[in-house]
């Protein structure tokens, strides 16, 4: 297994290209398929911590109210710090690349350069043309075609990770409220069904919460939402499942 990942090439400085949901989307599932020991399974418990970006080899960043700040930045650090201690591949992954100011974007040049072997950069944005020239020019740039009206199904990856960490991480608050206002009546059953096999696992697994965990999402199952209630179903059904750990839904 090993040595077959080793063999799978990818670039180790991308920026994707496209709309959010589907370039995070797209980086998601590259940091699996780097790290998982499946070859990226999207199932297992370390694919799951990836999704819900709480893997130590994992540094998902975001920008700030203006932008990225170079604390923002010193997590990125200390991930190669981390790469560079250990055989195992570490992933930054930094969303809205456009927002890299030219002061910042100045240390993580030399970076882009000369990667350190088993780090991988992903720079995601929706406007390759406002993402600074100098870091354009040390990436290898992927376009990801965003969801036809036909297949408009958004993996609402945001929701799932607040369902099964109980805990919403700050980086995440935006997407699960834009996740919140458009997950659709087929979205939401695919949504249960993720969830539902997700806790019978962490209840084979002894974990302390899946008994009540599996009570909610049971009660949610048989009485789904009728049509143009989606979002206040999952919003109510966030609320109880969070209260059993004393958690709330954050403002975006
Ligand atoms: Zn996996």
Known sequence: MQAMTKTTYLPPVQLLV????ATERVALQKVQSLICTAAGCARCTICCSLARREHQQLSWLAPEQYGYTHASLERAYNAITYAADDDKPSVIVMPCAEQLSAATANRLLKLLEE???NLYVFLLTERSGMVLATLRSRCIEAVVAGPTIAAAEVVPSALFACFTALTINPALVATLHKELAAITP???ITLLDGLLSHWYTQLH????????????LMKAYEQPPLSGGTTLFWRQLLLRCLALKRQQIPYS
Do not use: F, Q, V
């Open 186 to 188: 087929h979205g939401t």
């Open 115 to 117: 990667p350190p072997a």
């Open 18 to 21: 496209g709309p959010t949901d």
């Open 205 to 216: 697994e002894d974990n302390d919460d899946a008994p009540a965990m599996l009570r909610e």
